[in-house]
């Protein structure tokens, strides 16, 4: 750190991003990716001819894209944000909508609590029930505003579309951000309660289910004010925030949703059988809505099973917080991928690794 620092820098905790190595190759099952490669449409779309054109600033109203994801959820362009990564989105709402402070669960995603303290918001992490579900009678707190996971990471679980109505109706001065990360895995989307209730706030991202986690895209559909919200900081802090090569691969990937709605059931296969055979070695596993199962077992901690996976090639992600020490957060892949995982963790257990 400089002397230069900012005094109010100096304590900040950044959030830390799940370990990429590159010292060997690993069974990635750790940071949530896609197993899929984008569709052959997406592939062709980052063209010579888009490349060429680098030399030219992108759209910065995203009109092609903005079209696009309009169409697919039935909204008009003026009710979506695009972002580079959803991570912006969240870090602008944290910015804009924060006056009388923001609650999230204590549980969830690690970057909630990163981005309350770098904008100095007082925030309360509410948390989970002893099953580690949210619940939604503790969100009353009309007027700060709300930052929900849904669903939720990294246990999984997932709320209804009648329990985000409530939090909506028991907060009508809050604006509601619900995090659809992980949405497409088996969730209701609740994009279409924003034609009614404007506090309303539906992020999702182009990271998880649509393979494209490398090239950072996310978008937000609200009504248009919020929206407009949204663009008044993009454009105080970077109107191209996203680049060219993003803004083709994006809306060749939104003309493609079949190609990936097709990939997520594969996941979800994937996700039912890892959950049996990991439930077959005894381990107990939350039911998961998600592209990831949170599980742990009482035969061996969360952290030994995290390295001798890491020693034998695959990578998941644990996290030491005290309440979910025991837990790994295992990424469902490729069905080859999760077949290996399984193996290997059945012969740890066994004690042959
Ligand atoms: C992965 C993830 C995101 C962010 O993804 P981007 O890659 O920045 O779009 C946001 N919220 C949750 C809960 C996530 O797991």
């Known amino acids: 750190m400089s002397r230069f620092l900012k005094q109010q820098y100096l304590s900040l905790e950044a959030y830390t991003p799940g370990e990429q190595p590159r010292d060997k190759q690993y069974i990635k099952l750790n940071t949530n990716e896609s197993p899929f490669p984008p569709s052959e449409a997406v592939i062709n779309a980052v063209n010579a001819d888009e490349v060429r054109d680098l030399r030219l600033y992108s759209d910065p109203e995203c009109k092609a894209l903005k079209t696009a994801l309009a169409e697919l959820y039935e909204v008009s362009p003026n009710n979506i944000y ?117 506090n309303l706030l539906v992020v999702g991202t182009f990271s998880k289910s649509r393979s494209m986690a490398g090239a950072r895209l996310g978008f937000a559909i609200a009504d248009e004010e919020l929206i407009s919200d949204l663009e008044r900081i993009k454009y105080s802090t970077n109107p191209y925030n996203i680049n060219r090569l993003t803004l083709a691969a994006g809306t060749a990937a939104v003309k493609d949703n079949g190609y990936y709605m097709d990939n997520c059931r594969k996941i ?82 066994e004690g042959t690794l």
């Open 82 to 198: 695009l972002s580079n990564g959803s991570d912006d989105i969240l870090n602008f709402s944290f910015m804009a909508f924060s006056e009388n402070g923001v609650v999230f669960p204590e549980i969830s995603y690690g970057f909630y609590k990163v981005f309350a303290e770098l904008h100095n918001v007082s925030y309360t992490a509410i948390p989970l029930k002893d099953d580690f579900s949210i619940d939604p009678a503790d969100y009353n707190v009309n007027g700060r505003l709300i930052v929900i996971a849904n669903p939720n990471a990294p246990t999984g679980l997932c709320l209804d579309l009648g329990q985000i109505e409530g939090i909506l109706k028991a907060n009508p001065d809050s604006v509601v951000l619900i995090d659809e990360a992980y949405i497409d895995f088996g969730g209701e989307s609740c994009f279409k309660l924003t034609k009614q209730y404007k």
């Open 268 to 349: 979800i296969q994937n996700r039912e059988y890892t959950t049996l055979e990991l439930e077959k070695l005894g381990f107990f596993v939350l039911p998961s809505k998600a592209n990831f199962v949170f599980a742990k077992s009482e035969k061996i901690g969360g952290e030994e099973l995290y390295l001798k996976l890491k020693a034998n090639g695959i990578l998941v992600r644990h996290f030491k917080t005290e309440k979910i020490k025991d837990f790994n957060r295992i990424t469902i892949g490729s069905k080859e991928e999760m077949e290996k995982f399984i193996e290997v963790t059945t012969k740890i257990l």
